[in-house]
């Protein structure tokens, strides 16, 4: 063996001899010691790696969302002008506002179109007039005529004739749907329509009611000859803005002269839409009596017709 060998053996030795064993208790001290700081430490780690990640997902959070913007300041004593229009120039429009109204332009109406309201006609046009139904048409052509619009109903007179800006009145025969072509018409009628300056047609109503309850009879009404008819209001209602009905009943008779026993019946209604009054006055044909329900279909007619032309 040799000499640097043996050194290093001896100087072992020495230092064992002078560092003496710990005991069980000092060994199982230094033992729990270690395990607390392999706890202590994993613990550590493993709230820095929570951390990390918390801190990169708000990261990426913030870059999705972009910067927020700090709050603007409110320079102290600043001022709002009343309205953005206040500091604008002349003829200046802003983006939100659209091109300047044209002069001239009329104000908006209640509706809201700014269109001007229509104007009040001035004259009654050939549309005015019903068109027949299919069923009802004879092949003979309507026909204007300077005829009465009304009976005589005890030499009546109207105030409000004196508001009449046009009246027209047209003939046509019709017949009921029944009658094959080719046979004569069922009845006619005088229908007219009369254009009232504002206010008049509503007193036309009145007067003609008031007419026709002051003639309770009168002779020769209705193409009764010599024989003396009866006048009689009916209820009537659901016609346009007001209407009046009333029948004339006179003694029918044969080609002769002599009674039937019967009564020829004649219905006249007048219909008023706003400042208009159309006539529907049933005259029949050959002796024929009025029927009610051609003529309320035909009064229905009647008050459409001037309702497309007051649109």
């Not at 019903?130 to 052509?141: I, L, P, S, Y």
């Not at 004569?184 to 005088?190: H, K």
């Not at 400042?275 to 229905?300: F, N, P, Y």
């Amino acid at each position: 063996m040799s000499r640097e060998l043996s050194d290093l053996y001896r100087s072992l030795a020495e230092d064992a001899d002078g560092r003496s064993l710990a005991g069980p208790g000092g060994l199982r001290r230094r033992a729990d010691r270690r395990a607390r700081r392999r706890i202590t430490g994993a613990a550590l780690g493993t709230a820095l790696l929570v951390g990390g990640l918390a801190t990169g997902t708000g990261l990426v959070l913030a870059e999705e969302r972009g910067p927020v913007a700090p709050p603007a300041a409110v320079p102290p004593q600043a001022t709002v002008p009343a309205s953005p229009a206040a500091s604008a120039p002349p003829n200046a429009t802003t983006p939100s506002s659209g091109p300047p109204r044209a002069t001239g332009t009329p104000a908006a109406t209640a509706g809201g179109t700014g269109a001007a309201p229509p104007r009040a006609p001035r004259s009654v046009p050939d549309r005015a007039f019903f068109v027949q139904a299919a069923g009802n048409r004879t092949g003979m052509e309507p026909a204007f005529r300077d005829t009465d619009a009304l009976p005589a109903l005890c030499d009546a007179r109207y105030r409000s004739d004196a508001g009449i800006v046009q009246r027209r009145t047209r003939n046509l025969a019709y017949k009921l749907p029944p009658t094959p072509p080719g046979y004569v018409p069922d009845g006619s009628y005088a229908h007219t329509i009369t254009l009232y300056r504002p206010g008049r047609a509503d007193e036309f109503l009145r007067e003609l009611r008031a007419a026709v309850r002051d003639c309770p009879a009168q002779p020769g009404v209705g193409g009764g000859n010599a024989s003396t008819s009866r006048l009689r209001l009916l209820a009537d209602d659901g016609f346009g803005d007001g209407s009046v009905l009333f029948e004339i009943r006179t003694p029918a008779r044969d080609v002769d002269g002599n009674p039937t026993g019967g009564d020829e019946v004649r219905l006249v209604r007048a219909i008023r839409v706003g400042d208009v009054v159309t006539v529907l006055w049933e005259q029949g044909w050959e002796g024929t009596s009025s029927t009610r329900a051609q003529v309320d279909i035909d009064s229905r007619r009647a008050v459409d017709a001037i309702e497309d032309w007051l649109r």
